[in-house]
Nanobody, 120 residues
Framework: VQLQASGGGLVQAGGSLRLSCATSGRTLNTYDMAWFRQAPGKEREFVARVSRSDGSTYYANSVKGRFTISRDNAENTVYLRVNSLKPEDTAVYYC??????????????WGQGTLVTVSS
């Protein structure tokens, strides 16, 4: 399984970005997909996930209503649309392939990360 994240950059507070995670093979048919992030000096935290079976989504409270995760099976790509960005959203964003049980996502594979920097 290969995961390639892209789309990060420098954006002003209130701005938007679309992060992409290109996957290999039948990853989207096999795994649930998620985004995590790691801010400087902090632990990696869950952001959002999308189910492989029915496309249902789940978000961390801190991003609910601002971020949208989606998948395009034809393009083998998972997206994270990030709107109304805040300086505290500054982090390296990682995509992951894995499994979900209730509200817990367990990653089996990680992408390399893409940096989002939000200026105030």
């Amino acid at each position: 399984v290969q995961l390639q994240a892209s789309g990060g950059g420098l954006v002003q507070a209130g701005g938007s970005l679309r992060l992409s995670c290109a996957t290999s093979g039948r990853t989207l048919n096999t795994y649930d997909m998620a985004w995590f992030r790691q801010a400087p000096g902090k632990e990696r935290e869950f952001v959002a996930r999308v189910s492989r079976s029915d496309g249902s989504t789940y978000y961390a409270n801190s991003v609910k209503g601002r971020f949208t995760i989606s998948r395009d099976n034809a393009e083998n790509t998972v997206y994270l649309r990030v709107n109304s960005l805040k300086p505290e959203d500054t982090a390296v964003y990682y995509c992951a392939a894995g499994s979900s049980e209730y509200l817990r996502f367990t990653a089996a594979y990680w992408g390399q990360g893409t940096l989002v920097t939000v200026s105030s």
